[in-house]
C-alpha cells in the first residue's frame, strides 16, 4: 500500500524567502506524484505532477518539484514567495492503474511581511 | 465545460437524517472519485467509479454511505442516519481513463452534522 508523509505541519516563511515543503512516499509499485494547493474554504487546485522522464517538474505560480526515486521524495520549493501563496499544500500519490490518490497530511504554509 | 461541479456546496443537516450530494464530472471524462476531507487532515479516498462501474470501495465507506453513477455521468453519494463524525468536506474529482493527466477535483460539499 501506498503512503505520504509530509514531513513539516506547519511552514512560516518572510515574503520573498525561499521556501522548500518536504514529501517522502512510499509504494512498491510505480506511481504518479502530485502537489495540490488549497485556499481556504475551496476545493484543490494541481500545482505540479511528476508522470515520468524529467526529475525536476515545474508547475504553476514558480513552484518546481524533483523527484528523488533513491530517497523516495517529492519535495516542493519556490524561490522567493509571495503573500499571497499562504495556503495548505498536499503531496499526493497515485496508482497508475486506479488512478486513487493517497493524500499527505497537508503543511500550512504562512507568509509574513 | 465549466470543471466539476457539485451540488450543494453546504449542508447542515440534524444528526440521524439522510444526506444527499451530486457531483457532475467533466463530461468526456470516464473515472469518478469521491473523497473525503476532515478539518486539518488531506483528503481520503472513498470510492472510485469507472463509466457506472463502482470498483473499489474504502473501509472508510461504512454501511451507511453507498455511491452510484447511473449510466455514467453524474454521481450521487449518499449518507444515511448522518452522524456528528461525518461533517466533513465531500470531495469529487474526474478523470479521463488514463488516469494520472487531466484529474480535476470539484469544490467540493461542505457537511455539517449539528
Known amino acids: 500500500a501506498q503512503s505520504v508523509t509530509q514531513l513539516d505541519s506547519q511552514v512560516p516563511v518572510f515574503e520573498e524567502a525561499p521556501v522548500e515543503l518536504r514529501c517522502n512516499y512510499s509504494?512498491?509499485?510505480?506511481?504518479?506524484l502530485f502537489w495540490y494547493v488549497q485556499y481556504p474554504n475551496q476545493g484543490l487546485q494541481l500545482l505540479l505532477k511528476?508522470?515520468?522522464?524529467?526529475?525536476l517538474v515545474k508547475g504553476i505560480n514558480g513552484f518546481e518539484a524533483e523527484f528523488n526515486k533513491s530517497q523516495t521524495s517529492f519535495h516542493l520549493r519556490k524561490p522567493s514567495v509571495h503573500i499571497s501563496d499562504t495556503a495548505e499544500y498536499f503531496c499526493?500519490?497515485?496508482?497508475?492503474?486506479?488512478?486513487?490518490?493517497?493524500f499527505g497530511q497537508g503543511t500550512e504554509l504562512s507568509v509574513k511581511p | 465545460d465549466t470543471g466539476v461541479s457539485q451540488d450543494p456546496r453546504h449542508k447542515i443537516t440534524k444528526r440521524g437524517q439522510n444526506v444527499t450530494f451530486r457531483c457532475d464530472p467533466i463530461?468526456?471524462?470516464?473515472?469518478l472519485y469521491w473523497y473525503r476531507q476532515t478539518l486539518g487532515q488531506g483528503p481520503e479516498f472513498l470510492t472510485y467509479?469507472?463509466?457506472?462501474?463502482?470498483?473499489?470501495k474504502s473501509r472508510l465507506l461504512s454501511d451507511r454511505f453507498s455511491a452510484e453513477r447511473p449510466k455514467g455521468s453524474f454521481s450521487t453519494l449518499e449518507i444515511q442516519r448522518t452522524e456528528q463524525g461525518d461533517s466533513a468536506m465531500y470531495l469529487c474529482?474526474?478523470?479521463?481513463?488514463?488516469?494520472?493527466?487531466?484529474?480535476?477535483f470539484g469544490s467540493g460539499t461542505r457537511l455539517t452534522v449539528v
Open positions: 467509479f469507472q463509466n457506472e462501474a463502482q470498483l473499489e
Open positions: 509504494s512498491s509499485v510505480s506511481v504518479y
Open positions: 511528476y508522470l515520468s522522464g524529467s526529475t
Open positions: 463530461s468526456e471524462h470516464n473515472r
Open positions: 499526493a500519490v497515485s496508482e497508475q492503474s486506479s488512478g486513487k490518490l493517497i
Open positions: 474529482a474526474s478523470s479521463p481513463m488514463a488516469g494520472a493527466d487531466g484529474y480535476t
